[in-house]
């Protein structure tokens, strides 16, 4: 639970690391092996390791926090349809800004 947190309250990091790795961008599909890697990779960055199978509950555990935010919709099982926009600009940094129904990530 506490990695769940800590994922949730570093959202914007986490997407900004993940976009590094992953196309992420308004309406593209993302799956949960790819939000697993993303966050073994992520935590392993502050020095915090997890096996795949605790990253694969940790990745199901912040997919379904997003899902509930509205941040990402179902579309399959193990596969989400991004529902906000990321901007790149010149320092390609990412902070979510939200809009009505739809977030925007850019800085």
Known sequence: MQYLNLLLNE????FKFMKTKYPLFYNSNIFLRDIQYAIKSYLEKKE???TYPQ????????AAAL???GELVN???NAWKINFMIEQNNNTAAT???TDN???VSQ
């Not at 694969?56 to 912040?62: D, G, N, Q, T």
């Open 11 to 14: 959202k914007k990091a986490f």
């Open 75 to 77: 579309i399959a099982p």
């Open 48 to 50: 915090i390791n997890l």
């Open 67 to 69: 899902e509930k935010d």
């Open 96 to 98: 979510m800004l939200e």
């Open 102 to 104: 739809v977030k925007e």
């Open 55 to 62: 990253a694969e509950k940790l990745a199901i555990e912040f």
